[in-house]
């Protein structure tokens, strides 16, 4: 289970975001370079069709997999009162056959994105991360060395954190507050409720840039 | 045992005293019982084997269970199923309680991941479980070599499929290096088991590792695919038995 918040930072404002974050977090930055392969079942698999993402990081001297599967959201008046998504995940590390042991079993190709760009991983209240990112498609199968931004000029950042079912509220209520600390930068919400770029976005980045984030937003 | 192969056999178990465990994965053969023809699998065989193993000085450790099970495509359309993997095989192995192995034996694939992925299989609901295999039994310390001894067993019965040895050689994880001292050391052990008069024998057939992109440096996938084939013929052998008794 996780919870996750998302939202967009026009690319002129990430440096003052990664200015916000190294004090927020404590932490150094990581590197971030994730090809990601969405597949879905074939049609006569299964009685539904069914979703997983293989995930390579492509950071690392040699690419290492993670096999991904991102389920439901949280249901009913109590989820959609709270301004984070809650809902189930599951990680696994896999050898590097995944994408043939997929293909094998029946999956197929529904697209496939790069992302790059950095994270925080940290420790407030609950561990979270952060991951400040361009999503990038792929010209061509696979072809990672030749992707383009999907958006240009805009960023996606998002929040997640491990949760359970004992814990998820003061998870969610930790994440809601550290969202809080952003809000000038860039309002974060659940996937999919579209918020756009804030306006006080140029006037927060400046301010961050010009003292290197000592200013109190 | 003649004397020649005591001397043999006295080196082999001696070969390192302080037993240095290879540094990396040490390298393992697994042999499955082959009755003879007429004859069945039996506990009593099972005692037999694993008190040769304790007459040539192994030393009983505890125990062991690996898993294997059979996954089954969950399809709309039965008519298809030619479309999908023949053998889907999910093992679980005691040296790696963390990890869990999918092997597709006609497409030449194995994968090594987390635990996790076996519910990440529940949740996507395109294969499930159709049988489940348990091979368990007793281990065995002997020089630089360690011995499992076990039953093969369907996991919601105690109905003995098979039994199956595993023989570790902890110094070296090179496949060719090893091939020797492995091949002397079941010259060793043949010659102590024959003398027990069992109605069969073991029996190891190497796979084609290279087929599944593995290299000659041992590793937990090696063993992975090594049960999958031993359990194909296991399957195979109690299949030729029944079609003799039919």
Redesign the interface.
Known sequence: MECVVQGIIETQYVEALEILLQGLCGVNRERLRVHEICLKSGPNLGFVTSEVRLLCDLEQSEPTWTVKHVGGAMRGAGAEQISVLVRSMVESKASKNVLRLFYSLGYKLDHELLRVGFTFHFERAAQMTVTVSSVNKMLKLHATDEAVPVTPGIQMVEVTAPATSENYNEVVASVSSFCEYLAPLLHLSKPGVSTGVVPTAAAAAASLMSDGGGTTL | MSVVYCHIFRRLISYNPYRKKSTTMPLKRVFFWQPNAGSTVNSQILNEVSQCVESINGVKEGRWKATLTFYK?????QA?SA???RE?IGISLPEQPNKYY?V?RF?K?????????Q??ME?????KSRVALNFEGFQYQLGDFQLRVGKVVPSHSENLRGIVMEVEYLPISSLEKSKQIMEEFFDIWQDAISKRSLPGRFIHIEPDFSDY?LADHYTS?HTAVQYTHVTSQLIASVQAVQTGRN
């Open positions: 495509p969950m399809l709309r359309d298809l479309e999908f993997p889907f999918f597709l497409n694939i194995v994968l090594e991941s987390d635990s996790s992925i519910l990440i949740k996507l609901q395109s294969y992109g996938q």
